[in-house]
């Protein structure tokens, strides 16, 4: 490994010396024991979507849609869009859409949904940055989904108060010509650090307290009378999400991740702090690296998306973790595309996840 972290300095001494302490990032086989160490070590929350509300509804730009509200137990009230094209009656694939981290918690769903209300400016600017300048949750629905959008704990309806943020940010933020969305970011930039001590100390992460609500609103789309099988995407930290959520949920068929896989080993050499701490739940390295557990559902359908002008993944680190899925699906059931692209989830990725997404979730014949 030394010869791996050679811009690593002093630090490549204390990884050597990890390392001896027990294996690190071990080439763990996919299967059920290697999901449940791994929902184990994280730390992942049992949670319900529990009293359930439509809260408003709406038609425009050919979809139907529907805000919903539901309880997991603690924090505010979760919101969430579901999107199906309009009109349709009857049972319809679902796909639960999970949005990105991108360093942007003012919204949560809004970056990848629209809602009744158009977007913001920062969700315009974020769609254009990341997106292609879509919705893609909503041109998905297009294509005959139904979808389902959510906040997660720190995003958008779940995110936290700006006075419980750290001093230091909020006190700088007034003069500093920011929208109060920018504000609220560059605050949540400094909390993120919080929370996590918060969920270590609680016997979780924020890994853990994401998966667990995600956990939940699968769930919730699943016991639906109008939908169908169900898969899940999501780009970078949405990526994550839906990794975890492919790992922990067997409900869920088909799972797409963008931007968001590399072996662990790699990311030490410069790539570890432009990432979020849900990347790095305690103890995970010790029971897989992070292809392990992406690929920890085979062989259930798996579509890997590969930036390769990523500037959060080094090209070898992708290529490793591409190999390493690859041998978890030795009679097929992934495809790992790579694109010419920088971190994001652009139109011709999004186009090859939906076509990928229409023929793995088709009905099963009765």
């Known amino acids: 490994m030394r010869g791996e972290m050679r811009h690593l300095g002093e630090f490549a001494g204390l990884v050597e010396v990890a390392g001896r302490q027990g294996e690190l990032f071990p080439d763990a086989p996919a299967g059920p024991e290697l999901r449940a160490a791994a929902r184990e070590a994280i730390g992942t929350l049992d949670l319900t979507a529990g009293d359930v509300r439509v809260e408003r509804t709406w038609t425009a730009d050919g979809l139907d849609g529907e805000e919903l509200s539901w309880d997991v137990g603690y924090g505010p009230r979760t919101r969430a869009y579901l999107l199906r094209p309009h009109g349709h009656r009857g049972a319809l694939p679902g796909v639960v859409a999970l949005h990105c981290h991108a360093g942007m918690k003012w919204a949560g769903k809004e970056k990848i949904a629209d809602g009744p209300e158009p977007p913001t400016p920062e969700v315009r600017r974020l769609r254009g940055e990341l997106y292609g300048g879509r919705a893609f949750a909503s041109e998905l629905a297009r294509r005959g989904f139904a979808v389902l959008a959510h906040d997660v704990t720190g995003w958008g309806s779940r995110r936290f108060p700006l006075t419980d943020m750290p001093d230091r940010v909020t006190a700088l933020a007034p003069d500093a010509g920011l929208s109060e969305a920018d504000r609220y970011d560059v605050a949540a930039g400094h909390h993120e650090h919080v929370l996590e001590k918060y969920c270590r100390l609680l016997g979780t992460s924020f890994a853990g307290v994401v998966a667990g609500e995600d956990l939940a609103a699968a769930a919730y789309l699943r016991g639906r009378p109008d939908i169908g099988p169900v898969g899940c995407a999501g780009l970078s930290g949405g990526g994550l999400r839906a990794a975890l959520l492919g790992a922990f949920d ?75 899925i690859a041998r978890r699906y030795p009679d097929g059931g992934y495809e790992g595309r790579f694109f010419d692209a920088p971190h994001a989830f652009d139109v011709p990725m999004q186009e090859h996840a939906f076509t990928w997404l229409a023929a793995e979730l088709r009905p099963e014949p009765r």
Do not use: I, K, N
């Open 250 to 324: 067997p409900g869920v068929r088909a799972v797409v991740v963008a931007a968001m896989t590399s072996s662990y080993a790699d990311l030490l050499d410069g790539y570890v702090a432009s990432h979020t701490w849900m990347l790095f739940p305690p103890g995970l390295s010790r029971v897989c690296d992070w292809p392990a557990l992406v690929a920890s559902g085979a062989p259930r359908p798996l579509l890997a998306l590969y930036a390769g002008d990523d500037q959060l993944f080094p090209e070898r680190g992708m290529r490793r973790a591409h190999e390493a």
